[in-house]
T-cell receptor, first 114, second 113 residues
Framework: GAGVSQSPSNKVTEKGKDVELRCDPI?????LYWYRQSLGQGLEFLIY????????KSGLPSDRFSAERTGGSVSTLTIQRTQQEDSAVYLC????????????FGQGTRLTVV | AQKVTQAQTEISVVEKEDVTLDCVYE???????LFWYKQPPSGELVFLIR??????QNEISGRYSWNFQKSTSSFNFTITASQVVDSAVYFC??????????FGTGTRLTIIP
């Protein structure tokens, strides 16, 4: 597609359930980022994929969070046993890779844990 | 470790006034890039400008200008003759040699008509 696509746009889930959030980056982009933005807050780095390199998982807040990127394209962020504090907007971005390339963001997935 | 600090959480100015958004960064890298992004009420972040660590030439683009000073580790953003459409959250970001794009906490700018 022309831009970064995220699905679903909104997700309401019950506490304790697992959720999967999907990101479809811009075709050809080798770098993919996941961020979390809580209400009125900044962007919290979660994980970074670059090509075939091992991902930088240093931002994942707990072992309930995991992400994978299949075939160097689509990425899925999985949150297991969701908690109310997981409620936030999850943003995905992709770039051409390298320090100088800007990241293009999707519209985000708003996750609400009730 | 790298860090980006935006000390101004919220700013309100009357339309047509000039406004400067501050950004201070920390990094041990010699090569890095700095960015500004805008997040309008619709929510999608939009790239505005990038600057590399070797280029301290300031830039003006229409009503926007940027002031990069390596000596003070600052990369400030100025909007002249502000307009209501400039109301948004503005984020400063740094991409260092580990390519972990790090954002500041953002500054919410409100332009009052």
């Amino acid at each position: 597609g022309a831009g970064v696509s995220q699905s679903p746009s909104n997700k309401v889930t019950e506490k304790g359930k697992d959720v999967e959030l999907r990101c479809d980056p811009i075709s050809g982009h080798t770098a993919l980022y996941w961020y979390r933005q809580s209400l009125g807050q900044g962007l919290e780095f979660l994980i970074y994929f670059q090509g075939n390199s091992a991902p930088d998982k240093s931002g994942l807040p707990s072992d309930r969070f995991s992400a994978e990127r299949t075939g160097g394209s689509v990425s899925t962020l999985t949150i297991q046993r969701t908690q109310q504090e997981d409620s936030a907007v999850y943003l995905c971005a992709s770039s051409g890779g390298g320090l100088n390339t800007e990241a293009f963001f999707g519209q985000g997935t708003r996750l609400t844990v009730v | 470790a790298q860090k980006v600090t935006q000390a101004q959480t919220e700013i309100s100015v009357v339309e047509k006034e000039d406004v400067t958004l501050d950004c201070v960064y920390e990094t041990r890298d010699t090569t890095y890039y700095l960015f500004w992004y805008k997040q309008p009420p619709s929510g999608e972040l939009v790239f505005l400008i990038r600057r590399n660590s070797f280029d301290e030439q300031n830039e003006i683009s229409g009503r926007y200008s940027w002031n990069f000073q390596k000596s003070t580790s600052s990369f400030n953003f100025t909007i002249t003759a502000s307009q209501v459409v400039d109301s948004a959250v503005y984020f400063c970001a740094l991409n260092g040699e580990n390519e972990k794009l790090t954002f500041g906490t953002g500054t919410r700018l409100t332009i009052i008509p």
